[in-house]
Structure formats: C-alpha cells, structure tokens
C-alpha cells in the first residue's frame, strides 16, 4: 500500500471537497508550501491515486482536480485512513540512499532498496544519477567485491555530505531517524551531549538546535572512533576557549579546529564570541537594514525579532564561509525567481560586504539572507501598498451589504470601497482609483482587472480575489522599491545595458515561450549562452509562475550561473501584438527581457533596466507603432 505524507494527506482531503479546479498557487497559500513543494506534493499524491486506479484531472491555467464520483471519493478517503507506508520520489530515494552510504562501510542494492521501498531494480536503474551527483561533491561509489558499496573521498568530503544531508527538507525526519539509530552514531550521543553543554555553559548560550549539533558531533565521533580523520592541512583554525573544550574530548589538533568551526557555524540565541570580541555579524546585519532603509523605512523595534534572526544566521554564515562549510539551499531558485529584486539586491549588498569584511558568500548563503530582508522589507510596506478594491452590485441593499460584510473579512488588509451601481461606476472611477473591481453584475473595464463573482461570495469567488490580489500587491512592492531604490543609482539609458544588436521588434509571436527563445536568439549565436539556459528560463516560468513580471507588461527572465552562461548580458523583444504569459497566474506582456550573470562582482542589470522600463512614460513610448531599436536604446530613467 502506497501512501502520502500528512501535509499530503491534508491536501488530499482539501482537494475532495472542491467543486473546481484549485490552482497550485491557492493550494501553496492554502498550506504555507512554496508552489515547488506542492507540485512535489502533487506527484506523489497522483501516483497514490494512481495505484488505486484513479487519477488527478490537471489543466493548464486551471490547475488540479479530483474529478471523482461521490463512491469514488469516500473510496479515497478510507484509504488515507489505512495507508501505513511512506512513498517516495525520485530525488528523495536518492537523499535516503546517500544517508544510508554515510552511515555504513559498506550496503548492498537489496538494502537500498529496502530503505527505499522501491525494488532493486529501481535503485539500481538510479544509480547513474546519484552517482553524478556525488561527483560535484568529489565523493564516488566503490562497488567492494564480496561485501558491497562502498562510499569513497576525502575525509573532509563526506563529512560536508553529511552536513548537506541534513540542511535539506525532503526525507528530513526520515533521515534524522537513520542517522538517530545508527549504532555507531547512537554509541558517542553521551560525549556530543557532554561537549554541547560544555560549550553552553561555557558561551552562557543556547543552540537553536540542539538535535542537529548533537547529532553532527555523534557523527564526527563515529567516524574518528571508526579511523576516518581528516588531513592536518586544511581546517580553518580556530585560537578561542572553544578548542579548550574540546581538547578534553578530542586530542588531534585538526579535528579540534575542526569541530569548533562546525560549533561556531551553527545558530545560538546570541554570539557565541566573548562581548570584548567584534561581531561581524551584527556589523553587517546592521548594514543590510540601513541600505534597506534607504529604499524604505524600516522601524528597528518592532522588527527586531527577526533582524535579530536575520544577525544569528549571518553569525553562523560567516563560520561557514571562513570554515568552507558549504550548505545547499533547496529555496535557491524558487528565491532567485520569486523575489528576484530583492535577490540582486541583496547580491549587490553582499559584494560591499565582501570587500569590506573579507568574507565570501555564495549563492546559497545569499538567497537565505534575501528571504530575512524580503520578509523585513515586505512588513514594513505592508500598509503602504494596501490595494483599493471597488465593489460593484446591483442587486439592492441587503445583497450589497453581505457582499462588502465578508470582502472586508476576507481581505482585512485591503481597502473596500462601494458598493457601487453600474450607472455610476464611470463618475466614480474618474475620481477614485482602484487597482480592482469585484463585481456581482457582468461587467469590464479596460485598464482595471475585473473580477465577477456571485452576489453572496462563494469560496471559488474568495480564492480567485486572493489569487489576485496576491499577485497585484506583489508588482505593487516591486513598483515601490524599484522607485525607492532608482533614487540611489546613477541615471542611465537602456543603451547602458543593450546592445543594438541584441534589441529586436517583433508585430507578433505565437506563444510566451517562443518569445523567450526569440529573445535569447542573438545571444545563443554568439556564444554568450547554450540552449540549455533558454530552456532552463522556460521552466522557471513554468514552475514558478510569472513572479518575473516585475514592471507591467514586461517580463524579466533569466537562469542560474550553472545552467549554461558564459558572460554578463542582456537583452530585448519588444512585441507589437502583446502576448499571454505563463500557463497560470498569467499575465499580459508586450515585451521580454533576457538576463544573465555570470560574474557576479559585475552589477546586474535588473534593477535599472526594471527601473527604466517601468516607467509609465516609457512603456507607453514602447506601445507606440512607430518605435524603433534606436528609440528603445535612448529610453531612461
């Protein structure tokens, strides 16, 4: 019997009283997920449906549905009440399989597979991938004649696979459990406890995890317990009162360094230097708000659990980068995507940062300490980007009532304003402005969304609003902090970010994707990128919607470092006839703009060209017939 996880099983039982389709972006919400965590969601729950012979019906743009009879879905939910086994996916097979390898001198197929509940034959049909994939860590599989697999690399190697391992959210508490209940492991749990208190009482502080360092250090134990030490030549070294410490545990003087890097890298309620020390940390956090609140006004107190947050996570990232403890942030994309302004600005504020301090952050690092200053960032310009929202009914008085009654329940954080006839809806808009119209009557408007609903709001009506106007407040922030944050860049011209040749004016094109792969044309025949990045951009679209539409009407794509890009560029498609972009929350775009980074000590050009081209003087320039690429290049800011 197959079964899905708890959240998995939440959705499910969402899904079974829906009369309609439900878009991923409103399971997301729904569920507190990223749209990537549901869509992983999504497939392991079809392939549960699947082997119970039924399926979940998806459309494009719509999103899922259990299109079950009644008997069908009384079926399923029985079902969820008896599974009793984990399924797993692909890429988490393989994260149980590298955990299973850290943890023993040597495994068989047979129990691989076991572990993964999936036979040997499906493990064995994986292993090409898992194998490259411990290559980028410079770690291989030996195949051991007689006893089995063997996971073989530098000391220091594995251990950072471990660390990897256990910094990523798919299979966490499967693995934690293997790694709990591995003997060896569970045999030095009294000495990590031992060094973790003495380190606390030592520090006068508190780990914020205490089951993760302690099973760090158990892990460490093991492997010297079991010969595996490390070389005397590379560790970060460490002089404080920590190597004290664990000098009464450990007597090589690279595992001592070793150790107390791990130690100082991981979270603690406050620093675990002495007061006397200087804390980097809390000089930087401090940096990163005072840039931030150039752009916007930040109020320090009442944010200051999570500035203090966002302090505790660049204290352990400095040890990490000085330590070269690299960790994988399963959010990189989903970030560089999602908030993409805030990422490049970010990016740009960590460059400052490495000149001054000496200390490099990579991307990973990066993206989580993009995610503290969105969230800071973000509820400081909660009130300011509330969006007004007019009522239209023409059904009397008591129906225009309960309709604005539960729109201002609904949506607290909005301005409600009407109800509103339909004769008097033009004399109102001419005075007013209104980012969106819910209407209970049919009705359009040529520059305001409208969204028609039933006169008593039904659920469907709700989410659809919600949907909306969670995108609407997002370009809205976007809009506000491109105009906070042109104030301190110098002027330019798009002429300072394209080349001529890289602009092109189309009348029209058949689909958003193809207007990506036209715009990345001129680049692909120079060189400047491969074709996997063109369809890497595509994906990005694919999986995370149109965040990317920053400005009105444009879209600003791109992909990582690693999916094919050989140097800084960008370039333009303007397109005469607008085209729908993305398969859900789709929106209206005239133009596409390709981006690239490939050495990030080089400014991205996203932030000014999206300042420039959000500008409602150029775009309009932009929508004119007789716009040409010399017109498109002295557009500026």
Not at 472 to 496: A, E, N, P, W
Request: charged content about 25%.
């Amino acid at each position: 019997m197959i079964t899905v996880s708890k959240r998995q099983k939440e959705i499910v039982e969402y899904l079974i009283k829906q009369t309609d389709y439900v878009t991923i972006c409103d399971i997301a919400m729904k569920f507190s997920i990223s749209d990537r965590t549901c869509r992983n969601d999504l497939s392991s729950i079809g392939t549960f449906l699947k082997e119970s012979g039924l399926s979940l019906s998806r459309k494009t743009g719509k999103g899922v549905f259990l299109n079950c009879t009644p008997e069908e879905k009384r079926k399923i939910s029985e079902l969820l009440k008896t599974a009793d086994t984990r399924f797993y996916n692909r890429r988490e097979r393989e994260n149980l399989v590298i955990a299973l390898l850290l943890i023993s001198e040597t495994t068989t197929f047979q129990e691989l597979a076991e572990v993964c509940l999936v036979s040997k034959q499906t493990v064995i049909n994986q292993f090409d991938s898992l194998e490259q994939r411990l290559r980028r860590n410079t770690l291989a599989i030996e195949k051991v004649p007689g006893r089995g697999l063997h996971l073989k690399g530098e000391e220091k190697s594995i251990r950072f696979q471990f660390l990897e391992l256990l910094g990523m959210e798919l299979c966490k508490e499967e693995i934690y459990s293997l790694f709990s209940e591995d003997k060896s492991i569970q045999t030095n749990f009294p000495t990590a406890t031992a060094i973790v208190n003495d380190v606390q009482e030592l520090k006068k502080i508190q780990f914020v995890d205490f089951k993760r360092i302690q099973l760090i250090l158990s892990y460490i134990l093991s492997r010297i317990e079991n010969g595996h030490s490390l070389r005397k030549n590379w560790v970060y070294k460490d002089d404080s009162d920590l190597k004290e410490v664990i000098e009464k545990y450990i007597s090589t003087d690279s595992e001592q360094y070793f150790i107390c890097s791990l130690i100082q890298a991981e979270r603690t309620n406050q620093p675990i230097l002495n007061m006397s020390t200087r804390d980097e940390a809390q000089m930087i956090s401090q940096e990163l708000i005072s840039s931030l609140a150039q752009v916007y006004p930040i109020e320090r107190d009442s944010l200051r659990e999570i500035i203090d947050g966002l302090t505790v996570h660049l204290r352990a990232a400095i040890y990490r980068s000085r330590s070269k403890i690299h960790i994988r942030n399963e959010l990189l994309n989903e970030v560089k995507m999602s908030v993409s302004l805030m990422f490049e600005f970010t990016l740009h504020e960590m460059c400052k940062v490495e000149e001054k301090y000496g200390i490099v952050f990579d991307e990973n690092e990066i993206a989580y300490i993009a995610m503290y200053l969105t969230s800071i960032y973000e509820t400081s310009i909660k009130e300011t980007v509330s969006l007004d929202i007019l009522i239209i009914c023409s059904y009397g008085v008591a129906t225009s009532a309960v309709l604005k009654l539960r729109l201002e329940r609904a949506l607290p954080d909005c301005n409600i304003w009407g109800p509103c006839s339909l004769s008097g809806v033009d004399e109102y808009l001419q005075a007013n402005k209104i980012d969106l119209i819910v209407s209970a009557n049919d009705y359009t408007h040529d520059h305001i969304p409208v969204i028609v609903v039933e006169p008593l709001l039904t659920q469907k009506d709700l989410e659809q609003i919600r949907q909306k106007l969670y995108h609407d407040s997002y370009s809205l922030m976007c809009s506000t902090f491109l105009k906070s944050y042109s104030l301190q860049v110098d002027r330019h011209c798009i002429g300072s970010y394209i080349s001529p040749q890289d602009i092109q004016i189309l009348d029209v094109c058949d689909s958003w994707n193809e207007a990506i792969r036209i715009a990345s044309s001129p680049l692909l025949k120079k060189g400047d990128i491969e074709q996997r990045y063109i369809e890497e951009m595509i994906n990005a679209v694919r999986n995370y919607g149109t965040y990317m539409v920053l400005t009105p009407e444009i879209a600003y794509v791109h992909a990582g470092v690693n999916d094919g890009i050989h140097r800084n560029y960008s370039a333009l498609l303007l397109l005469k006839k607008p085209v729908i972009f993305g398969n859900f929350n789709k929106k209206k775009i005239c133009a596409v703009v390709v981006l690239g980074i490939n050495n990030r000590k080089e400014d991205s050009d996203l932030l000014n060209l999206a300042y420039i081209l959000g500008k409602e003087e150029n775009l309009k320039r932009l929508k004119e017939k007789d716009i040409t690429i010399k017109d498109i290049l002295e557009l500026h800011d």
